[in-house]
């Protein structure tokens, strides 16, 4: 089996500071994701990478950066980080451009001060 | 657009008593959506536990139960009897056939089960 490792666990940071989230998944998978989720609220995906160095922007991609240089890694970036957020950042991976199947990690908590 | 509703919070049961989840789902662009339970154990990453493609089918898991109603665009999860290892957030979600569509799923928002003793 496989797995996604996403860094860091929880994430502190200041209002306006650039954050960048990372993600790992040793399955060679070719389709990776980035979702976001607020209390309360369903999973909302920001980007999507087909396959290495592709991006696609999701329905929340506005204040965010993202990087998929290697098939394995795919990296968030938190443009400015905003007063008070608080928000989990789920990352995941398909086989390929499929809905089949996703293995999501554990998550990356952020808390902006 | 697209959303997924489901019952809101937590929902707590005793151990070996019945469950029902609740899951309505509403798309204005997907012809054939198919509908997906996942579930988040304490600890552990999302995974999928259930998924059903075609409207009238049944999924079933872990001796977990959904089906796919068109007629009432709903998806409720049914468990007969809990366990507390049943204990964990359960997310309804939906998408587009996945032959034709890159995977991007609509998810409601969770509820968490907690199953006691």
């Known amino acids: 089996g496989g797995i996604i490792t996403q860094t860091p666990k929880f994430l502190i940071g200041q209002e306006g500071q650039k954050l960048t989230l990372k993600c790992q998944q040793n399955f060679n998978h070719d389709t990776m994701y980035w979702y976001r989720q607020d209390s309360g609220k369903g999973l909302r995906l920001i980007y999507y990478?087909?396959?290495?160095?592709?991006?696609q922007k999701g329905d929340l991609s506005e204040g965010y950066d993202a990087s998929r240089e290697k098939k394995s890694s795919f990296s968030l970036t938190v443009t400015s980080a905003q007063k008070n957020e608080m928000a989990v950042f789920l990352c995941a991976s398909s086989i390929h451009k499929s809905n089949e199947r996703l293995f999501f990690g554990h998550g990356t908590k952020l808390s902006v001060l | 657009g697209d959303s997924v509703t489901q019952t809101e919070g937590q929902v707590t049961v005793s151990e070996s008593k019945s469950l029902i989840i609740n899951c309505t789902y509403s798309?204005?662009?997907?012809?054939?959506?198919?509908l997906f339970w996942y579930v988040r154990y304490p600890g552990e990453g999302l995974q999928l536990l259930l998924k059903v493609i075609t409207a009238g089918q049944k999924g079933s898991s872990r001796g977990f139960e959904a089906t796919y109603n068109k007629e009432t665009t709903s998806f409720h999860l049914q468990k007969a009897s809990v366990q507390e290892s049943d204990s964990a957030v359960y997310y309804c979600a939906l998408g587009e056939d996945g032959t034709q569509v890159v995977g991007q799923l609509t998810f409601g928002s969770g509820t968490r089960l907690q199953v006691y003793a």
């Open positions: 798309t204005t662009s997907i012809a054939y959506p198919n």
């Open positions: 990478s087909i396959t290495e160095n592709d991006l």
